[in-house]
C-alpha cells in the first residue's frame, strides 16, 4: 500500500553535541497532527565492519561501552571522515580498531539504528584478505580482538555482553551473502 507522506507544517531545530533534534509538525493525510521529533547525526556517515579472519571466522572487538558502563563484544564501526568513501573508512578503522587492513573491502547495504526517530545510518562494509597494519586511532585503550567462528553465531546471539542490534543483523547479512557469493 503506498501512502501519502504527511505534510510538514513547521520545523524547529535544537542543537546538540553529537545531534541536530527536529521538532516536526506534521498533518498526516487523516487531517491528524502531531508533532514528532528526530535526530540528525552530525558528520559524513558511519561505517559497520565485518572483518573476515578468514573464510568462517570474523573479528570482533571487546570495548568500553558506555551507555551500560560495562565492556561489550561488537564490530569494528566509526564515522566516516570528510574526504573519505564508505570503503576507505572501513579499512582505516580496521587498522585503527584492530591492527588489520584490507585488500578487499565491499559495501553491501546500509543500516539503520531507529528510523522512527533518528536520521542515523551506516554501511555494512564486509572485509576480506586482511593482512597487519596499525594506525593509531582515537580509542583511550587497546580494543581486544575476538575471533569468532560463524557456524556458532547462534551463541555468539545469545551472551549478554553482545546486545548491539546493528551487529547482530550484520553478522547475519554477512553470513548468508557469503553463503551465496563464494564466501
Do not use: C
Amino acid at each position: 500500500m503506498s501512502r501519502t507522506l504527511p505534510t510538514i507544517h513547521d520545523v524547529t531545530e535544537h542543537e546538540a553535541a553529537l545531534y541536530r533534534m527536529e521538532r516536526l509538525d506534521l498533518e498526516f493525510s487523516n487531517g491528524e497532527r502531531r508533532l514528532y521529533e528526530r535526530l540528525h547525526g552530525r558528520g559524513h556517515g558511519a561505517v559497520i565492519v565485518v572483518p573476515m579472519r578468514d573464510d568462517d571466522t570474523v573479528l570482533l572487538v571487546r570495548e568500553y561501552a558506555a551507555g551500560f558502563h560495562r565492556y561489550e563484544l561488537g564490530l569494528v564501526k566509526g564515522r566516516i571522515d570528510a574526504g573519505e568513501t564508505p570503503l576507505e573508512a572501513a579499512n582505516r578503522e580496521l587498522k585503527e580498531e584492530i591492527g588489520y587492513g584490507a585488500r578487499s573491502v565491499e559495501a553491501l547495504r546500509s543500516l539503520s539504528l531507529a528510523p522512527q526517530y533518528m536520521s542515523h545510518q551506516a554501511t555494512l562494509v564486509v572485509a576480506r584478505d586482511l593482512y597487519p597494519e596499525r594506525l593509531a586511532g582515537d580509542e583511550p585503550e587497546e580494543l581486544e580482538v575476538v575471533p569468532w567462528k560463524l557456524d556458532a553465531l547462534h551463541e555468539l546471539i545469545l551472551l549478554d555482553e553482545f546486545s548491539e542490534g546493528r551487529s547482530i543483523a550484520a553478522l547475519f547479512i554477512v553470513r548468508d551473502w557469503l553463503r551465496h557469493h563464494g564466501g
